[in-house]
Nanobody, 116 residues
Framework: QVQLVESGGGLVQPGGSLRLSCAASGFTFVFYAMNWYRQAPGKERELVATISNGGRSTNYADSVKGRFTISRDNAKNTVYLQMNSLKPEDTAVYYC?????????WGQGTQVTVSS
């Protein structure tokens, strides 16, 4: 079955960096676009970044453009989110996501807290 396992979250000071990873299994990773979402307390889940199956096309939410970079390693079935210049408003649970046919798949999430 499809599994998405995120890692790399933690506590970081404003201006710091983190790199999230999402290890995928149970499907042919190279065939599918991958997404990172986040959900802050009391807020709706929002799309942060998307990468095409081959990795050539990426898109970002306006709030993270120029600070976050999504990438993937199809040989390792892993998608990454490099987060730089982190702000307190980036504090959220970050989720890895993909859509296969009409079904959405989600990881368990990893907490990112930006605070001094």
């Amino acid at each position: 079955q499809v599994q998405l396992v995120e890692s790399g979250g933690g506590l970081v000071q404003p201006g710091g960096s983190l790199r999230l990873s999402c290890a995928a299994s149970g499907f042919t990773f190279v065939f599918y676009a991958m997404n990172w979402y986040r959900q802050a307390p009391g807020k709706e889940r929002e799309l942060v970044a998307t990468i095409s199956n081959g990795g050539r096309s990426t898109n970002y939410a306006d709030s993270v453009k120029g600070r976050f970079t999504i990438s993937r390693d199809n040989a390792k079935n892993t998608v990454y989110l490099q987060m730089n210049s982190l702000k307190p408003e980036d504090t959220a649970v970050y989720y890895c996501n993909t859509r296969k046919m009409t079904t959405e798949y989600w990881g368990q999430g990893t907490q990112v807290t930006v605070s001094s």
